[in-house]
């Protein structure tokens, strides 16, 4: 069983501060969705209020079409799991994830059968003995994961259960994460501030800004076609160049900046003469002498440092206009030499340009 | 039979054997806990620190705590004699005082001494009582403050909290008995109300009397509970709550499981002083109310016979560690836990 999550409107207030503010989004049955924000954005908010630890002061939350309001997380079919986990540290493994059936009152062999079960659906099969301390941090994800798996919920809700497992574990359980949710085909909702993350686990990814949705799509729609400022900037590196708008036309526009005149798509249709920020990726940003295509913007920039990475070459440059950052990969030739001079180029159709990001 | 003056060599002999005992145990348990070893005690101290704390220890609880125990009970062995006659041939240890608190007598073992075998078995039952009512009432209090209380909140409950033990015991007893006397104040308000129409005998039915030992030890209940329930991660509870419990089954599986410790040690708290409470017995006793420390106070200054009253004060000490310990091997706990 797996629900459809649709919030309408949905505002949560905590006295005169909005801790999520007019939130609408419907997110699909048996989809994967990341809520992405930097902390404090109100991302861990929403999510307790979809799990019913908070009641939302405005907006309605429907889950399976059913209105959630009133209804308390031990009624709704949600289950949740906790940034730190909060395992039951006196009951071994296999009590902890037969918690929620023996709540429910099923019979001894039914909750040791479910368990049994559900530790070889996260690979703990023989575990369960054991007491929650003996397990290393990976293990007691998995035992968290079944712990809410086991009272079949229509939508799992994940609070960065990640963010406390070392880098080469937290790659492992991404893929873990992601084939447990193919697996049981339930609607998943993470929340996190780590780009990586969403942008790997996820369907659809809703990029959060205190309180507000500010853009939800693909991992490649957010990358390569952002809508705010704060999305460009958030979602992935993105070298920033402020101007004026000089002129605009047929989806494109042109700013003028420290850099100098630079071109780029417009999808917001700027107006002349708007402050604006133009955006281009690393990965677009290349020396002139490789460019296999008619680049349309053109600019000078001495190369300040470089730093190897194996597949790519990370090459920061210091231009008129401040600080700028190249991303060069194998078919780029070979880096240029610091202090070389170099010039730089992108295509107009590389480049994003967006109203300058609302202080928040 | 051995001699009054090899009793005393034992006497000063045993703190030292206890002590060697005591810590061997601790070492046992340590190691059937599996902890891990520690760095000695003068490596983290350093030697002129850890002599001084070795000696400070030492000599308080031997001069202060073991000694004058142990006085007492090599007293309750021996026969009460006049001033001259101490030390003299009829000086030789015997059994005849716990004999009179059995039978009631010091020779004979006909009859059994039935008031004070009652009074000493109502008081170890009353002081269960008091403890497991406390639990239920303080319990409650202690999750709020633990769980629920905003910081100004909890400040001013544990004002609350605190401030009655600003007054002297005895006041507050005597203040119980203003409260609960036939023409007192309870009685005088459901008079007026109409609730009865005739005064109610609180004190007389021993009501006072446990409102009075439960109130006076409810915050040797709260602390340790509170104590034990703040280390309770909310997150387990909101866990537990997800996962579809209800409140009962959270507080029941979840959080007391894990402030047993507390639990424990509030209740052992609560027991030993509530056996040994003296003044509130004295003060809102009703004329049926038997509580055993008054028995054993009028050993000492009444009948003016020691010995006597060292026996029974040593009955009622080993009976209160029998209970307590009973009692953690039912929770599974041991000593220690209780001492947390």
């Given at each position: 069983m797996t629900a459809?999550?649709?919030?309408?409107?949905?505002?949560?207030?905590?006295?005169?501060?909005?801790?999520?503010?007019?939130?609408?989004?419907?997110?699909?049955?048996?989809?994967?969705?990341?809520?992405?924000?930097?902390?404090?954005?109100?991302?861990?908010?929403?999510?307790?209020?979809?799990?019913?630890?908070?009641?939302?002061?405005?907006?309605?939350l429907r889950i399976g079409g059913r209105d959630m309001r009133g209804i308390g997380p031990n009624k709704r079919p949600t289950a949740l799991i906790f940034q730190s986990l909060a395992l039951f540290p006196l009951m071994t493994v296999m009590e902890n994830v037969a918690y929620g059936l023996r709540v429910r009152g099923h019979s001894r062999a039914a909750q040791r059968a479910r368990a049994e079960e559900l530790l070889h659906v996260v690979a703990l099969g023989d575990q369960g003995s054991k007491r929650v301390d003996q397990l290393s941090g990976g293990q007691k994800q998995r035992v968290a994961i079944a712990r809410a798996l086991a009272v079949e919920p229509e939508v799992l809700l994940l609070d960065e259960p990640l963010s406390a497992l070392d880098l080469k574990l937290r790659q492992h359980m991404r893929n873990e994460l992601r084939a447990i949710q193919r697996r049981v085909g339930i609607t998943f909702i993470y929340i996190t501030h780590d780009q990586g993350e969403a942008l790997t686990m996820s369907d659809r990814i809703g990029v959060m800004r205190a309180g507000r949705l500010e853009q939800v799509g693909t991992g490649r729609a957010l990358y390569d076609q952002p809508e705010t400022a704060f999305v460009a900037s958030f979602v992935g590196e993105a070298n920033a160049m402020p101007g004026l708008v000089r002129d605009a036309s047929d989806g494109y526009a042109v700013i003028?900046?420290?850099?100098?005149?630079?071109?780029?798509?417009?999808?917001?249709?700027?107006?002349?003469?708007?402050?604006?920020?133009?955006?281009?990726?690393?990965?677009?940003?290349?020396?002139?002498?490789?460019?296999?295509?008619?680049?349309?913007?053109?600019?000078?920039?001495?190369?300040?440092?470089?730093?190897?990475?194996?597949?790519?070459?990370?090459?920061?440059?210091?231009?008129?206009?401040?600080?700028?950052?190249?991303?060069?990969?194998p078919r780029d030739g070979e880096p240029p030499a610091p202090g070389s001079d170099v010039s730089l180029a992108f295509a107009a159709r590389d480049a994003v340009i967006l109203p300058p990001a609302s202080q928040a | 039979m051995i001699s009054v003056a090899t009793g005393h060599r034992l006497l000063v002999a045993f703190p030292f054997v206890l002590g060697v005992l005591i810590w061997g145990w601790l070492a046992f348990e340590r190691r059937v806990a599996k902890l891990p070893p520690r760095p000695g005690f003068f490596r983290r101290n350093g030697w002129p620190v850890g002599i001084y704390l070795m000696l400070a220890v030492a000599l308080w609880l031997l001069g202060m705590v073991v000694l004058p125990q142990l006085f007492m009970v090599e007293l309750s062995f021996r026969p009460k004699l006049p001033f001259n006659q101490i030390g003299g041939p009829r000086d030789v240890y015997t059994l005849e005082n716990y004999r009179y608190f059995l039978f009631g007598s010091t020779t004979s073992t006909e009859s059994w001494n039935a008031v004070h075998l009652r009074s000493f078995a109502t008081t170890i039952m009353s002081a269960l009582f008091i403890s497991g009512f406390n639990l239920l009432l303080c319990y409650p209090i202690a999750f709020y403050m633990a769980q629920a209380a905003t910081g100004a909140q909890l400040r001013l409950l544990m004002l609350m909290l605190i401030a009655p033990y600003w007054v002297n015991e005895i006041l507050r007893a005597f203040a119980f008995r203003v409260i609960f006397a036939s023409s007192g104040l309870l009685n005088t308000m459901l008079l007026g109300a109409g609730f009865i129409v005739e005064p109610i005998d609180f004190i007389g039915r021993n009501i006072a009397l446990f409102s009075g030992l439960i109130y006076a030890y409810t915050l040797l209940m709260v602390f340790p509970l509170y104590n034990?329930?703040?280390?309770?991660?909310?997150?387990?509870?909101?866990?537990?709550?997800d996962l579809g419990a209800p409140w009962w089954h959270i507080h029941l599986f979840v959080i007391v499981p894990a402030a047993k410790s507390g639990i424990a040690s509030g209740c052992t708290l609560v027991f030993m002083l509530a056996t040994g409470a003296l003044a509130a017995p004295l003060v809102l006793g009703g004329p049926s109310a038997m509580w055993f420390t008054p028995i054993v106070y009028d050993r000492f200054y009444q009948v003016f016979n020691w010995p006597q009253g060292a026996a029974y004060a040593f009955v009622l000490l080993v009976a209160c560690l029998i209970v307590v310990v009973a009692g953690l091997r039912l929770l599974r706990l041991n000593l220690t836990d209780a001492a947390r």
């Open positions: 459809e999550v649709a919030l309408e409107g949905v505002t949560v207030r905590f006295g005169p501060f909005k801790a999520v503010d007019d939130v609408s989004l419907r997110i699909a049955p048996g989809e994967f969705f990341s809520f992405l924000g930097p902390s404090g954005c109100g991302k861990t908010t929403l999510l307790r209020t979809i799990s019913g630890f908070v009641e939302p002061t405005g907006g309605t003028e900046t420290a850099f100098g005149p630079l071109q780029g798509r417009n999808p917001s249709g700027m107006k002349v003469g708007a402050q604006a920020v133009l955006f281009v990726r690393p990965e677009r940003l290349l020396p002139y002498s490789t460019a296999v295509f008619c680049p349309q913007n053109r600019l000078q920039a001495r190369v300040a440092d470089l730093a190897y990475e194996g597949q790519v070459t990370h090459v920061m440059f210091s231009a008129e206009g401040g600080r700028l950052l190249a991303v060069l990969g | 034990a329930l703040d280390s309770v991660e909310a997150a387990q509870i909101e866990a537990a709550r």
